[in-house]
């Protein structure tokens, strides 16, 4: 520790070297994230700031409903456009406009970007051979991190076959009938609202995202996620954050070998994912191969790493949180040019298990901040 090499290698390429299991990152820290802001993406998918329009809530789906329902005709998938931090940056933005009119300090942070990148990070420890890109912007003080995708690669991932499509329906279908646009509490069991569930059209541009703050190790972050739903009524004294639920689907389990790979990777990154996001509740829908849905199962985000603790070959939190925080140290360490056209490449390379900065590219076609955050009332 310390001594690992921070300074370029003879191709100009910084690295950072997984630790191995033996050799452990120091350990670190991350606070529990405070929500500062939200919006909501209606279909037409512009960013409402400060909305709660796409908040749902919980509402138990009837056991045995038919996941693929409504496909493909009832399903408008977003196109895979280049959003960058866009909505993100517009809530930081405002949450700076009201800050200074209340004479408060602006928040800025080390670090913004979604909370997705976040969780690939974190996972990165037990997920060796998932490579991923970012590109690194450092702008007046603050990393700026987004994904680096081809444009091939993101049509490709849009254009496949019509049973891919429909694997991923069944993950969106599930979310919709799911949840309901008012507290379940004040339905009737007849309410017609309730039988709307299932006709509705499946729409991937819509979606509530949460934006907190939250620290890791010593850097102050500030991230934007998706929520999918309250599983309750937030009390008035208490953090809306308390009652936000992530919902997942999953094939149901019927042996042993399929319960751990659950446990190893599908457990690591929800654990991830909700919290980072302060995200306290899970709520799994498994289904059958056939799309049915077979039965649902609550977890508490907290719970989980005690769950696979001392389990052989198992995932320990607080080795993702180290990591998470070292490798945040090398980003910051590294990207250092303060200007909006820079942008660095951050790789992870599962081939030299080591994550990567290259050399800093100067007015770059990749930059990727936005005009009107440049040009923001609060920067
Ligand atoms: O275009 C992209 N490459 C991505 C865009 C990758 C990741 C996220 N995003 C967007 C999301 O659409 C959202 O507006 O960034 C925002 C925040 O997302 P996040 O919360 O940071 O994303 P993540 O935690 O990776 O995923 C949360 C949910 C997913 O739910 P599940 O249960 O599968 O984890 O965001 C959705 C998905 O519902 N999502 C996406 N939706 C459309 N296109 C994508 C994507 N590429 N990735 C995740
Ligand atoms: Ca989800």
């Not at 749902?56 to 693929?68: F, H, T």
């Not at 690939?120 to 912007?137: F, G, V």
């Not at 309250?230 to 809306?240: A, N, Q, S």
């Not at 919902?247 to 042993?256: A, S, Y």
């Amino acid at each position: 520790r310390g001594e690992r090499t921070r300074a370029p290698d003879s191709d100009g390429v910084r690295r950072l070297p997984l630790a191995s299991p033996t050799a452990r990152f120091q350990p670190s820290t991350f606070t529990f994230p405070t929500e500062i802001g939200c919006f909501s993406f209606g279909p037409d998918r512009v960013a409402q700031q400060q909305s709660r329009a796409e908040l749902k809530y919980y509402c138990e789906p009837d056991p045995g409903c038919n996941l693929s329902d409504g496909f493909p005709d009832r399903f408008i998938q977003r196109a895979p456009t280049a959003e960058h931090l866009d909505a993100l940056l517009e809530c930081l933005d405002d949450v700076n406009a009201t800050r200074r009119d209340l004479a408060k300090e602006p928040i800025r942070p080390a670090l913004c970007t979604w909370r997705g990148i976040m969780t690939k990070i974190m996972c990165t420890p037990y997920s060796t051979r998932d490579e991923w890109q970012l590109n690194a912007t450092l702008f007046k003080g603050t990393v700026f991190l987004e994904e680096r995708e081809e444009p091939e690669a993101a049509a490709a991932k849009y254009g496949r076959s019509d049973r891919d499509r429909l694997f991923t329906y069944w993950g969106y279908k599930f979310e919709s009938l799911a949840t309901v646009p008012v507290p379940p509490s004040q339905l009737q069991p007849d309410d017609p609202v309730l039988r709307e569930r299932s006709a509705q059209v499946v729409d991937t541009n819509v979606q509530f995202c949460s934006v907190f703050r939250a620290t890791l190790g010593k850097h102050d972050m500030v991230l934007g996620g998706e929520v999918d739903c309250l599983i309750r009524e937030p009390r008035p004294d208490e953090r809306v954050q308390n009652a936000y639920a992530e919902l997942k689907t999953n094939r149901v389990i019927t042996d042993p070998r399929q319960q751990n790979s659950f446990e190893k990777f599908k457990l690591l990154r929800v654990w991830a994912q909700s919290y980072l996001a302060g995200v306290p509740n899970i709520i799994f829908g498994f289904r059958t191969d056939d799309g049915r849905l077979s039965h649902t199962k609550r977890f508490e985000t907290a719970e989980l790493p005690r769950l696979v603790r001392g389990k052989p070959g198992m995932w320990d939190p607080n080795r993702c949180i180290a990591f998470a925080a070292e490798c945040l140290t090398f980003i910051r360490d590294a990207v250092t040019v303060d200007d909006r056209r820079t942008v660095y490449l951050v790789r992870f390379n599962p081939s030299a298990l080591a994550v990567e900065i290259h050399p800093a590219e100067t007015d770059s076609p990749r930059a990727f901040l936005p005009g009107v955050y440049l040009e923001a009332k609060s920067v």
